[in-house]
């Protein structure tokens, strides 16, 4: 491939001040940049392609440079920064494996749809298609996972890209920007012009809601005798948990929320029921499944809400809010589509629409369903109780605690059990479902919120995919607080084979690890328990200490039904086939029950 070495341009007239006509290194001017955008942190790991950014860096007192000890915790870290405050966050990675390694980052943030921007070195523009030493086509690589990506070939386009990828990475639907930036053009020298002005031709998410359609909303609400609110990720993205609130109380309609949009709703408040799907509330599947009327807020019906889409809210009407034009009729086909911001919407509704009075026997119905199907667990005197913890936990928190998780029973029993009630307070992979998120997401939210609590809460095998970044805790004085239920195995894989292939373990069984020692040698304190005598007293310990903690949560994996998470819908099957206890599934005990299904 050619050169892509550029002239010089000549500096704009006029437009700058003094001080900014000196010529800089494209690497400064990426810095430069990055501090016009408001960038305070960036997780980054050097190597030859990225080491002269990270030269610059050093030389900036504006940006914080969170040193990760693998690129895969900096790109979960950049998502727990931009998860916890809505502000993108930055990642930065060296070319080849560097680069390689943001890839399972990149896409949590795609299917979560979480404003990231990825900053990758690249090997010099002379040798790239060469095969050259650490040359990985990262823009190609990545070109199905990202909102928008760009490789930089000219060092003058530096500001323009910079503001770009951050205007794209955090309108509309939010997402993942890559930035790759060969190492020479990091090096050359240009006069910058930071006056930037964005002009993206066939890039302008329309915000506003049709009123028309809002009116057709509001008709069909009127009409409605068994209505439900779905809400989704859609809801904390557009910042509209207070409109949410709003128009629930008005309106008085029963709300459930997807993983996803949990905080964006007050779980405490008698109208909410809880998370929905394959792991939900029994309560809500029903209320879902037997409504007239679905209002899907910020939502993407998700094969692990529908289950089997053909037999999913077979009675519903759908009115379907969402910013991303694709997703309305992506999975269902909708009566009442609204393509717009959901704040806006939601601030139509709340105007136009008169409160639910005619809804009442539809509440009873569904308040029977909460008390009939209870989330619950059992205690065990002689066992730590996974669930338990979480309950004990929370009950400790800070009010404004910040929870992340890692991927597997642990996140769907913290999903069930901890009552989340402000947006941006729950972390975790959902769309990907990737191991190893909780500890470094934990971590950037953290550096985002010094002052706040964060507990990250693993499962052993989530928390060993990347527990290095306990190193980084130490070393930066991170103060994350870690729980690590560990149960010895790949909890929820082995769920499924105890549920689906006769409990034949199938590489499942990964061997107990002493979880305090580890963290004693990167030098956190550390705290092991097996008994259940010991859960709060550690608990307490572990919340009272300044520092970062790791308290290993030793527990047997149960093989038993009430050592699973229940309720579970299995994939692709439907709300009857809710397994509710070791017993029954819906259907069945409804049969039993002589109830018509
Ligand atoms: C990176 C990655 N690899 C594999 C999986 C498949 N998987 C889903 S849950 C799970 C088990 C998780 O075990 P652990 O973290 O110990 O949590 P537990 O289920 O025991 O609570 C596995 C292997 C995944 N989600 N992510």
Not at 11 to 25: H, N, T, W, Y
Not at 67 to 85: I, M
Not at 460 to 465: I, K, P, Q, R, V
Request: proline share 6%; with cysteine; net charge positive.
């Amino acid at each position: 491939m050619a050169s892509r070495a550029t002239k010089k341009k000549s500096a704009p007239s006029g437009k700058l001040k003094k001080s900014a006509v000196l010529p800089m290194k494209g690497r400064d001017i990426l810095v430069k940049s990055l501090e016009n955008e408001g960038v305070d942190t960036i997780f980054g790991y050097p190597g030859g392609a990225s080491m002269e950014i990270h030269q610059a860096l050093t030389q900036t007192q504006k940006i914080r440079m969170v040193l990760p000890r693998h690129e895969q915790g900096g790109s979960f870290a950049a998502g727990g920064y931009a998860r916890s405050t809505g502000r993108p966050g930055v990642c930065l990675a060296t070319s080849g494996p560097g680069a390689t390694n943001l890839v399972t980052g990149i896409m949590d943030a795609k299917l979560d749809s979480i404003p990231l921007i990825a900053i990758t070195g690249q090997v010099p523009s002379s040798v790239i298609g060469s095969d050259a030493f650490q040359e990985a086509d990262v823009v190609g690589s990545t070109f199905p996972m990202v909102k928008h990506s760009y490789l930089i070939q000219n060092v003058n386009e530096i500001p323009q890209v910079v503001h770009e990828a951050f205007h794209i990475a955090q309108t509309g639907r939010p997402g993942p920007v890559l930035i790759d930036i060969p190492k020479d053009i990091q090096q050359q020298e240009t006069i910058p012009d930071f006056n930037v002005k964005l002009n993206l031709v066939g890039y302008k998410p329309n915000l506003k809601p049709a009123p028309q359609q809002i009116k057709k909303a509001v008709h069909f609400i009127n009409e409605a005798k068994r209505p439900i609110i779905y809400a989704g990720g859609g809801i904390i993205a557009a910042e509209a948990s207070k409109e949410l609130r709003k128009f629930v109380k008005k309106m008085g309609i029963p709300i459930t929320n997807t993983v996803m949009g949990l905080g964006s709703y007050p779980m405490d408040d008698p109208l909410s029921l809880h998370m929905l799907g394959m792991h939900g509330a029994v309560y809500a599947n029903i209320a879902m499944n037997q409504a007239d009327l679905v209002i899907a807020l910020g939502v993407r019906f998700d094969d692990r809400v529908t289950g089997k889409l053909a037999e999913f809210c077979k009675d519903a009407k759908f009115i379907h809010v969402d910013i991303d034009p694709s997703e309305i009729n992506k999975n269902i086909s909708i009566d009442v589509p609204i393509q717009g911001d959901v704040k806006q919407a939601l601030k139509m509704m709340i105007e136009q629409a008169t409160p639910k009075k005619d809804i009442g026997p539809w509440l009873k119905q569904v308040e029977g369903w909460k008390k009939e199907f209870p989330l619950a667990y059992q205690l065990d005197k002689k066992a730590i109780v996974p669930q338990n913890v979480i309950v004990e936990a929370q009950k400790l928190a800070d009010p404004d605690v910040i929870v992340a998780v890692g991927v597997g029973q642990h996140q769907m029993w913290v999903a069930q059990f901890w009552r989340f009630h402000s947006p941006r307070t729950f972390l975790s992979s959902s769309g990907l479902g990737s191991m190893g998120f909780g500890l470094p997401a934990a971590m950037g939210a953290q550096v985002a919120h010094p002052d706040r609590q964060v507990i990250n809460i693993e499962g052993d095998g989530s928390f060993l995919m990347n527990i290095q970044e306990l190193q980084t805790l130490k070393i930066e004085k991170i103060p994350v607080k870690n729980i690590v239920l560990n149960n010895a195995h790949l909890g929820m894989v082995a769920q499924w084979e105890d549920r689906f292939y006769k409990s034949l373990r199938g590489h499942t069984f990964i061997g107990d690890a002493n979880f305090a020692e580890i963290a004693d040698a990167f030098g956190i304190k550390s705290e092991t328990i097996t008994q259940p005598k010991e859960v709060v007293p550690a608990l307490k310990r572990m919340m009272k200490h300044k520092g970062p903690y790791v308290l290993d949560v030793k527990y047997p994996y149960n093989d038993k039904s009430h050592g699973h998470v229940i309720p579970m819908i299995p994939g692709n099957h439907t709300y009857l086939d809710t397994i509710i206890d070791a017993e029954y599934n819906l259907r069945e005990y409804w049969q039993k029950k002589g109830i018509e299904v």
